[in-house]
Structure formats: structure tokens, C-alpha cells
């Protein structure tokens, strides 16, 4: 028994030791737990195809150029992107974490979409509700994969879908760059007409968290 209780103690001062030798061990630790900041702010660059169809009215853009901002504060985050002055569309979302361990972890979430088209002969505002989650892995001490999804279903009044997934890098703790693709679908019919519109392409974005 005597010589057991002395290979436990011989194991904890020699890791002990090993630990403090090589202090490597420690950031390599610490470089994969993900530091939880209170707010953040980020801007993409979205180049999508964006489709739209307002009563009638279609409208078929192949390459379009679509700034993104994304502000946000705790579990709350209101996204927007905007494509010349035609197509607007803001999504307030509010997320709640399922579990979390070692920068891996699985999000719900709840969100208002918006929908806003000022065409040349028709314009159209219409919001949706959606639920979805969201999913992010570390694959290395600095790098991150993640995608999140949120629709809805309306049966024959339309529907609503928005994915994305790419992949992110933090040079630093509290800030990151990303690249990925995203998809949305938003339609709706209603008494004074139906709205269809349609975006998805690449993007790449730049946050700061604080």
C-alpha cells in the first residue's frame, strides 16, 4: 500500500514539474476554451445572386453586391443586408446555448425576418418568424467550423429558410475572420400579392468582440 500512495505522489510532482518545464502545455489548454464576449460587431462582404418576384415583377440580378452587418449584444443580434436600394433585409435573432465545451457547442435560436423590396413598379415589406440552431466546432487551437440554419414553414402562404456555414480564424482572442456561404429564401403570399425572393452566394467578414 505504501509503495502505491508513493507512485501517486512520485506522478503528481513529476507531471507537476513537467507541466511547469514546458509551458506549452498550459496555452496549448487554454488556446482551445472559447472566451465568451458581451458584444461584438461584424461586416461582411456577401456576393450573392439575388432573385425576386413581387407580383409579377421579376427581377434577376447574376452578380450582386450585398454589404452585411452584424451587431451583436449578449444572446441578441440583428443582421442586415442590404443590395442597392432595391432589396433590404434585417433579421433580429435571439440565441440560447444547448451545451458548450472546449469551443464546440450547439445553439437554438428564435428570429423576426424582414423582408423590404422597393422595385421599379412594386414594392413589398413583409416579416416572418423562424426557429433554428446553430452549430460550431474547433478543428485547430485558432480555427473554427460552424453552421447555422432557421426556417419556417407557412404550407401554401409561403415559407422561410436562411443557411449558412463556413469556416473562422481568430488571430486573436477577441477577433476573427470568416468565409462561407449562405443561402435565403423568403415567400409569402397574401390578398395584395406574393413576394419570392431568393439569395445565396459567398461571403467573407471581419468581427471584433468586446
Not at 443582421?79 to 472546449?102: G, N, P, Q, W
Not at 400579392?193 to 445565396?200: A, E, K, P, W, Y
Request: charged share 25%; net charge positive; proline share 3%.
Amino acid at each position: 500500500m505504501k509503495n502505491f500512495f508513493a507512485a501517486i505522489i512520485f506522478l503528481l510532482v513529476t507531471g507537476n514539474a513537467a507541466a511547469h518545464e514546458n509551458p506549452e502545455v498550459d496555452r496549448g489548454i487554454e488556446s482551445v476554451k472559447q472566451k465568451k464576449f458581451a458584444c461584438s460587431a461584424e461586416t461582411r462582404f456577401f456576393s450573392p445572386n439575388l432573385h425576386a418576384k413581387v407580383r409579377g415583377e421579376d427581377f434577376y440580378s447574376r452578380r450582386t453586391e450585398a454589404p452585411e452587418f452584424i451587431l451583436k449584444h449578449k444572446n441578441f443580434s440583428l443582421d442586415y443586408i442590404r443590395s442597392h436600394d432595391t432589396f433590404h433585409f434585417v433579421k433580429l435573432k435571439a440565441d440560447k446555448e444547448i451545451f458548450s465545451l472546449m469551443g464546440t457547442g450547439l445553439e437554438w435560436n428564435v428570429a423576426l425576418n424582414a423582408v423590404d423590396w422597393r422595385g421599379a413598379s412594386e414594392n413589398f415589406f413583409a416579416v416572418l418568424p423562424s426557429v433554428g440552431i446553430n452549430f460550431y466546432m474547433r478543428i485547430r487551437p485558432r480555427v473554427d467550423i460552424f453552421a447555422q440554419f432557421s426556417g419556417m414553414t407557412f404550407g401554401r402562404h409561403g415559407h422561410f429558410k436562411d443557411f449558412e456555414a463556413g469556416v473562422k480564424y481568430f488571430p486573436q482572442k477577441n477577433f476573427s475572420l470568416s468565409a462561407g456561404w449562405r443561402r435565403i429564401d423568403f415567400k409569402l403570399r397574401r390578398s395584395s400579392g406574393t413576394g419570392d425572393f431568393s439569395v445565396s452566394g459567398i461571403f467573407a467578414g471581419v468581427r471584433y468582440d468586446f
